[in-house]
Structures are given as structure tokens and as C-alpha cells.
């Protein structure tokens, strides 16, 4: 029989479907050969690119030419601009604004790899330092509320065909994405009624019973959630609680960089390379002084990053109803990424 499981964040329901359980193996992706052209995300390339709004730089080299190891550029499909304002309206019942924000590519590496995997430790440090340096620089624009950190990798998480060369990329909007605001509330509600953050407690019941945990560093663990929307999916999750990546220690960032190196490995090997997304979950800018305006939220909320491996496909029915059907458990998933061993 199928099994409904709950998420106790948002109250979504999933369909683990046992009946038609797939093993994990049995997802290993097939790739067709892709050819690629000439690449503008190189080093020594950045003539082809928007000029950098920020890079991480080696001594005595200049703004967009050689010698960066981080690079942060605008989007050239970017359908946002921090110019103007917002010019809030009503046309009739429905609301309108001004395409206000911002959205840019992180250029992971000067050299041209496919994979974040495939980086050392000290350059993902790196784009994880980069990344947090714009979201810093971006709250400052009282226009924008939230920042959204992705990764596309793979023709069919939304990558590019033109290069597969390793980068993320970082919107900003004036609003909070709605995907968010459903756990800002959950959080908020939880909290409400038993004065801890649901995400800790989630953190050390998974810790506890160890069946779904994936890797578990000092700083970071990383768990196939419970109500799994999609076979493999993973959360990657700070042991301290913190509502505001931008807030991330040090040693956290060492912790995460060894992450991302060891679980995108396990995932490129178990699953030969999939297609995937990772978003962070972070909490939104807070300038508001309205009393109780997220009066909680440093106590009730806790950033984390969300793995979602394209391997499935999305049909009618997750579409029309908000339920997902997970043809494999999470217990299996996770079992499986902790025994694919990589060096």
C-alpha cells in the first residue's frame, strides 16, 4: 500500500509510492552528447559577459580581466532592474508593480568546470563568501524584501545550453517568494505553540534516529526530508540554529564547502551526473518597525538548502492537487548516498 506522509512545516502531503517502488540504482541518468561552443564564462573571456558588479580577486589585477577566482556578473536575460521605483497600482481587482530587482550569475570558477563538485574545498569557500557578500550588498536597496540563491544544473533543472561552465545565481525581488512564506508561517506557527524552532527539533529527531541522514559534519547536516516530494531529494541544514545565511560562521563555511564537494560527488556518481536544482531558504529582509511584523523570526526560522534532483517527472495530478508522488522511500535514497563511497 501507498504511504501519505506529512510535512510538519508546510502540511504538504506526499504519496510514497511503495507499491511501484523504484531502487535507487534504477534512476542512473543517461546523457546524449552535448556540444558545446565557445565559452564566456572562462577566464580571460570577459569581454563576453556584462561588465562584474563584484569579483574575488588576486592582487593588482583589474575589474573584468584575468585574474579573479570569483566572479559576479548581471544576467543578460535579466527581467529586472534596480533602476526606479516600485509604482505599486491597481488595475481594476488586480495588482501591479514595477519589475523591480536584481538578478545575477556567480561565475563559480575561472576554469571551465561542469560540476561544484569538481572544485576544492578552499574555492567553494570561496563562492559561498561571495555569495553572502551580494546578498549583503543587495538588502541595502530598500526596495528589495528577499534573495534567492539557486543552482540550475543540467538541461532539465533550467541550466543552459550553450555552456554547462559551474555557476549559480542570486534574484532579488521586492516580495517574498510565496514557496517561502509557507515555511516562514509553519515556522512561525510552531514556534507559536511550543517556544522552539521547528527545524532544530526536526535536526535532532533525524540526528537521533539516523535513518535518513546523509552526512553529518560538525557544523552541517544533510537529510533525505521525511515527506520527500521527489526521490533524492536532500536538505542541507546548519546544526545552530540561524535564520539569516548572511549570518554564517566561519567554520560553517568549511563545513558547507566540504558538503557540497562530498554530497554532489555522491550524487554525480550514484546517479551519473543528474539534472538538479539547489535553492536557499534564508529569512526575507526585515526593515519593517510594524509591531509583530516577524516578530519571531530569529527564533522561529533556520536557513537551509533544498536538493532537488530532476529524475522524475511532475504530471497531472502533483500538478492539479499540491500532492507529489515519490516512487522511492527517503530511507532508501539516503542509505544508498551514505554507502556510495567517493574519494
Not at 113 to 122: A, Q
Request: with cysteine; charged share 30%; hydrophobic share 35%.
Amino acid at each position: 500500500m501507498p504511504e501519505l506522509r506529512r510535512d510538519p512545516i508546510i502540511g504538504r502531503w506526499v504519496i510514497i509510492s511503495v507499491e511501484r517502488a523504484k531502487r535507487p540504482r534504477d534512476f542512473k541518468v543517461s546523457h546524449a552528447h552535448e556540444e558545446e561552443g565557445a565559452c564566456p564564462f572562462c577566464e580571460g573571456q570577459e569581454h563576453d559577459t556584462l561588465p562584474e558588479v563584484f569579483a574575488i580577486r588576486r592582487r593588482r589585477t583589474k575589474k573584468d580581466k584575468p585574474g579573479w577566482d570569483v566572479r559576479v556578473i548581471p544576467s543578460i536575460s535579466q527581467r529586472l532592474d534596480l533602476s526606479g521605483g516600485l509604482d505599486r497600482r491597481g488595475v481594476g481587482m488586480y495588482d501591479v508593480m514595477n519589475p523591480v530587482g536584481s538578478h545575477e550569475i556567480i561565475i563559480e570558477s575561472p576554469k571551465h568546470f561542469t560540476g561544484i563538485h569538481e572544485l576544492s574545498g578552499k574555492q567553494i569557500e570561496l563562492v559561498i563568501n561571495a555569495g553572502v557578500r551580494r546578498m549583503v550588498e543587495l538588502e541595502e536597496d530598500p526596495h528589495l524584501k528577499y534573495c534567492l540563491l539557486f543552482k540550475n544544473h543540467g538541461l532539465k533543472a533550467g541550466g543552459s545550453k550553450a555552456t554547462k561552465h559551474v555557476r549559480s545565481q542570486l534574484i532579488a525581488t521586492p516580495v517574498t517568494p510565496t514557496r517561502v512564506k509557507e515555511e516562514l508561517r509553519g515556522a512561525r506557527l510552531y514556534y507559536k505553540h511550543k517556544d522552539r524552532c521547528i527545524f532544530c527539533d526536526l535536526i535532532r529527531q533525524e540526528l537521533d534516529s539516523g535513518v535518513r541522514v546523509v552526512m553529518d559534519t560538525r557544523n552541517i547536516v544533510v537529510i533525505a526530508p521525511f515527506a520527500s516530494r521527489f526521490p533524492f531529494e536532500l536538505w542541507i541544514l546548519p546544526k545552530k540554529h540561524g535564520s539569516d545565511y548572511v549570518n554564517i560562521k566561519k567554520e560553517e563555511v568549511r563545513d558547507l564547502a566540504i558538503v557540497f564537494r562530498t554530497l554532489f560527488s555522491k550524487l554525480s556518481k550514484a546517479l551519473n551526473d543528474p539534472p538538479y536544482n539547489y535553492m536557499l531558504h534564508t529569512a526575507p529582509f526585515r526593515r519593517s518597525k510594524r509591531t509583530g511584523y516577524w516578530h519571531t523570526i530569529k527564533e522561529d526560522y533556520h536557513w537551509h538548502i533544498e536538493v532537488t534532483p530532476r529524475i522524475t517527472q511532475v504530471a497531472g495530478f502533483e500538478w492539479g492537487s499540491g500532492f507529489y508522488i515519490n516512487p522511492t522511500q527517503p530511507e532508501d535514497a539516503a542509505r544508498y548516498l551514505r554507502e556510495t563511497k567517493v574519494s
